[in-house]
Nanobody, 117 residues
């Protein structure tokens, strides 16, 4: 079965940094684009970043561009999201995602990032 396990969230002050991790299993990890989404309280889910196969370059939502960096480690079936210069509006549950086909999205359990003074 497809499994996505997100970790690394926590509580930080504005301007702080965190690195999120997602461990994947149950599918051919290196063949698929991987993504991070987030959902803030009371808001709809928001796409954050994606990275393509074979060490493809990351793409980013405007809201995080220049502050977040996505990476992948195909040898260990993991993706990461390094988050710098965090803002209160980054507070959300962050989810690891893979789309194996139309209507075949899989989601991790989410990891909570709280940015507050």
């Amino acid at each position: 079965d497809v499994q996505l396990q997100a970790s690394g969230g926590g509580e930080v002050q504005p301007g702080g940094s965190l690195r999120l991790s997602c461990a994947a299993s149950g599918f051919a990890f290196s063949d698929y684009t991987m993504s991070w989404f987030r959902q803030a309280p009371g808001e709809k889910p928001e796409w954050v970043s994606s990275i393509g196969r074979a060490g493809g370059t990351g793409i980013y939502a405007d809201s995080v561009k220049g502050r977040f960096i996505i990476s992948r480690d195909d040898a260990n079936n993991k993706i990461y999201l390094k988050m710098d210069s965090l803002k209160p509006e980054d507070t959300a549950v962050y989810y690891c995602n893979v789309a194996l086909g139309p209507y075949q999205d899989y989601w991790g359990q989410g990891t909570l990032v709280t940015v507050s003074s």
